[in-house]
């Protein structure tokens, strides 16, 4: 069984010098404690978090991690959750060694929102900021996940 959590970064302010450069409002600073309080209560025990380099998914990240209790070392930023498109980034999912059974993705919309629609059978329709989604895929090897190893989707909000 491989468990993939998809969130995405908290609010944000609407301007800054960069787009990598926009920080978390104090709303979404509060909302990225909640992801990780509801996490901690749902006994989500990730061996790693992938998270975009950009400032508002690093904070989301590093908050979600404080109030769930787990380690920041754990927390790895990729580029590609920046840049790159639905199935550049599930390709890089599908390549995580096997010892990781849970992964949490922190990262953007539309390209999240693509990933649990291209990743399960049933999907949804939005993912607002700070929604958390958790899927369940009935494999052995992140190379095997896909829309019919998927058990379950759930929204966390």
């Not at 049933?122 to 998927?150: H, P, Y």
């Amino acid at each position: 069984m491989k468990t993939l959590i998809i969130v995405r970064h908290s609010k944000t302010e609407k301007y800054a010098k960069s787009d990598i450069e926009r920080k978390l409002t104090d709303r979404g600073r509060n909302d990225a404690a909640v992801i990780g309080e509801k996490l901690k209560a749902a006994t989500v025990q990730p061996e790693i978090i992938l998270c975009s380099p950009a400032k508002r998914a690093r904070k989301t990240a590093r908050l979600l991690a404080r109030h769930a209790d787990y380690s920041n070392e754990i927390i790895v930023e990729d580029m590609a959750l920046y840049t790159e498109d639905a199935c550049e980034i599930i390709r890089l999912i599908r390549s995580l060694e096997n010892f990781t059974k849970t992964l949490i993705v922190v990262g953007h919309n539309p390209v999240l929102l693509e990933i649990v629609n291209i990743l399960s059978k049933r999907g949804i329709g939005n993912l607002r900021t700070s929604g958390v989604v958790k899927m369940q895929f009935d494999v052995n090897d992140w190379a095997d996940i896909s829309e019919t190893t998927c058990s379950k989707l759930q929204e966390l909000n």
